[in-house]
């Protein structure tokens, strides 16, 4: 079953090759959560926390593959939005996109949220309210700004910042690694069930972005094939990264650690006293690139529901000169930055990491169902082996993580889901 692309499609400018996507997807992925983590896990599930990363990587492999090969047949933009509105018609689509946008709206904030956290350690007039709004509101300003500018401008932006911001963190394992006591990683007792439940939200929302990272798929050259390389690059590197991290800062400080909100840098420091400083920035560095594409991404995610009539028609405008979706950007920042003034980081990745795996869990659904009917943009889609197999190792694998959210977190996905489908019903008259 082969799916048309909607005409304006032809408006956006395809930009993004494999390695400019996968680092496109690693620079959401390795955000602000990395950094603030290793402490709360620590906290969690004491020396056992270095497995979290890899349950956690065990779980997220099966799901990764299952968004390539979605990816690979719904090539327009919108990503988890296009994959359920191909597998399963418009009012699933919307679904898929309503959720998309909430876990990656939230997550925006909760990371914007942690920035100022980082530069409060550094500069305390950013732990008053007023220094916290201020800067909240000059990031916001600062990123939609650039991505008002053109996406070749906003790609390249990602592409600067991901190189800058990995290099401290793959230099901290690399050399850390020499530096651990192997008593700090010792478990001589292991948690309990429900600690490793928060746990894996947590990690969760650590290993989220992908599906904001793919919504700009109208912008990739050769999608059939890109999306799939660059999903499965960006992955493996991300899953040794985090892995490395956890253990060196694990191995370096043991029960210090635990609840420390700046680890990485503690982390650096014990390593080389200016270390901490030159983490902290690093840690500014990485989630201003996280803020960067996150609002990239979200504003197609906009875009694409209000091309296709799900929200406002303006939302799905390209602005023709920067043929840049202007009216998107500017909504998905501005309800960023509304979360982050009224909401702290830790809240936030619990909403948004809950919210992704009810959405993760949707998207192996829809690969299995485009896979059966073998829709497709494009002409060699990538195959899962197996049939449905690899999709239900992804739902049982969401299942269990969604298992351990609290009524107050589920309450918080449904409110924001029944709104989502008023919305959905409201707009009916202009579909």
């Avoid at 990123?143 to 990602?158: E, K, S, T």
């Avoid at 590197?237 to 800062?249: C, E, K, N």
């Avoid at 500017?330 to 979360?339: K, T």
Wanted: with cysteine; proline share 6%; charged share 10%.
């Amino acid at each position: 079953m082969t799916s048309s692309s909607p005409a304006n499609e032809q408006l956006l400018v395809r930009t993004f090759g494999t390695l400019l996507l996968a680092a496109a997807i690693v620079n959401i992925i390795v955000g602000g959560g990395i950094f603030a983590l290793p402490g709360r896990l620590a906290a969690t599930l004491g020396p056992a926390a270095p497995y979290a990363f890899g349950l956690g990587a065990l779980l997220m492999i099966p799901v990764v593959l299952c968004f390539a090969a979605a990816g690979s047949r719904a090539t327009v933009t919108g990503g988890p939005y296009s994959y359920g509105r191909e597998a399963f018609g418009p009012f699933a689509g919307f679904g898929f996109g309503a959720l998309t946008w909430l876990s990656n709206v939230t997550g925006c904030a909760g990371v914007a949220a942690a920035v100022v956290d980082q530069a409060a350690r550094v500069w305390p007039i950013f732990a008053d309210t007023l220094g916290r709004s201020l800067l909240l509101i000059g990031l916001f300003t600062l990123f939609a700004g650039l991505n008002l500018r053109g996406v070749q401008l906003g790609a390249r932006a990602i592409g600067v910042l991901a190189a800058i911001k990995l290099t401290p963190l793959v230099l901290l394992v690399l050399l850390g690694i020499w530096f651990i006591d192997p008593a700090q990683l010792s478990v001589p007792q292991w948690p309990e069930w429900k600690h490793w439940g928060q746990a894996m939200v947590l990690v969760l929302f650590a290993y989220a972005g992908m599906e904001s990272a793919l919504v700009p798929t109208g912008e990739v050259k050769d999608p059939g094939r890109t999306v799939p390389r660059a999903a499965l690059i960006a992955i493996l590197f991300v899953i040794a990264l985090y892995v490395g991290l956890q253990v060196t800062a694990q191995g370096m400080l043991g029960a210090a650690l635990a609840g420390d909100k700046a680890p990485l840098a503690s982390t650096a420091g014990a390593l080389w006293a200016p270390g901490f400083t030159l983490l902290l920035i690093g840690a500014g560095i990485s989630m201003l690139g996280y803020l960067q594409g996150n609002i990239l991404g979200n504003s197609r995610l906009l875009y694409a529901l209000g091309r296709d009539g799900l929200l406002p028609a303006a939302l799905g405008r390209v602005h023709p000169r920067t043929r840049v979706p202007h009216i998107g950007v500017i909504v998905h920042a501005g309800v960023a930055l509304a979360l982050a003034l009224s909401g702290d980081f830790a809240t936030l990745a619990l909403v948004s990491g809950g919210s992704v795996g009810l959405l993760y869990l949707l998207v192996c659904l829809a690969a299995w169902r485009l896979q059966r009917v073998d829709s497709r943009t494009h002409e060699t889609p990538m195959h899962l082996p197996g049939g449905p197999l690899i999709p239900l190792i992804g739902v049982a694998a969401m299942g269990v993580i969604l298992a351990s959210l609290t009524a107050q977190e589920w309450i918080a996905i449904g409110v924001a889901l029944a709104i989502s489908a008023v919305i959905y019903w409201a707009s009916a008259p202009r579909r």
